[in-house]
């Protein structure tokens, strides 16, 4: 009964190739985001999606390709990983925007490319 | 530029003592601040929220105070316990659809 789960958990791939990491989320919340988690541990957005429709998009290479299929859902697919997408993915979701209510983090996908 | 940063970078203390955490941010448009605790290998959880016209807010041993004239927050936290030990993120939320995660403060509680 995990309100936000993503998988896999940790991820280990090669320079170049494609990954994709699920979330589903079974808070019938509205809105979904991708956060990423470097090295210093400072989170940052990087998309948005509310019922389905992409809301936020923080200047992120076109690899990082998201698709939501349904509110419940909101996956990333990455294309021709580089070293520095090294990091942990966090997904996350709300019901409607942020300023009156909060959002609630999956477990983190920890993303290791070498 | 928003941005939230936040004091100090890392903290150790002994089991049962009080400690505070500092926030300053620069976030607008300004909807409210959060307080999230990071547990090791796990996303962040909430502690309290605070809108602009909020002063404090507690969540048990958690008490958080919002000075929204020189755009400061502290997370004061009593009688800490090694369950305490986390990473704790000031965020400031932008507009509808925005966080400006601060870069936080590691609490080691030592018994």
């Known amino acids: 009964d995990t309100a936000v789960s993503q998988t896999p958990k940790y991820l280990v791939t090669q320079m170049g190739n494609d990954k994709s990491i699920k979330c589903e989320q079974n808070l019938g919340h509205d809105t979904m985001y991708w956060y990423k988690q470097d090295s210093k541990k400072f989170l940052k957005i990087m998309f948005s999606?509310?019922?389905?429709?992409?809301?936020i998009n923080e200047t992120v290479p076109n690899r990082f390709s998201p698709k939501s299929p349904d509110k419940a859902h909101l996956n990333l697919h990455i294309n021709s990983l580089e070293l520095g997408d090294s990091a942990v993915y966090f997904c996350a979701s709300s019901q409607a925007g942020l300023a009156n209510t909060e959002a609630f983090f999956g477990q983190g996908t920890r993303l290791t490319v070498v | 530029k928003n941005q939230v940063e936040q004091s100090p970078q890392s903290l150790i203390i002994l089991e049962g003592k009080n400690c505070t955490l500092q926030?300053?941010?620069?976030?607008?448009?300004?909807?409210?601040l959060r307080w999230y605790k990071q547990d090791t290998g796990r996303g962040p959880v909430s502690l309290t929220i605070?809108?602009?016209?909020?002063n404090t807010k507690s969540n048990g041993r958690y008490t958080a105070t919002l000075d929204a004239d020189t755009k400061q927050s502290s997370l004061h936290i009593t009688a800490s316990q090694l369950s305490d030990s986390a990473s704790y993120i000031c965020?400031?939320?932008?507009?509808?659809?925005?966080?400006?995660f601060g870069t936080g403060t590691r609490l080691k509680v030592l018994a």
């Open positions: 605070m809108t602009f016209s909020e």
């Open positions: 926030c300053n941010y620069t976030v607008s448009p300004f909807s409210n």
């Open positions: 965020v400031g939320s932008s507009g509808t659809y925005k966080y400006i």
């Open positions: 999606y509310n019922n389905k429709e992409l809301i």
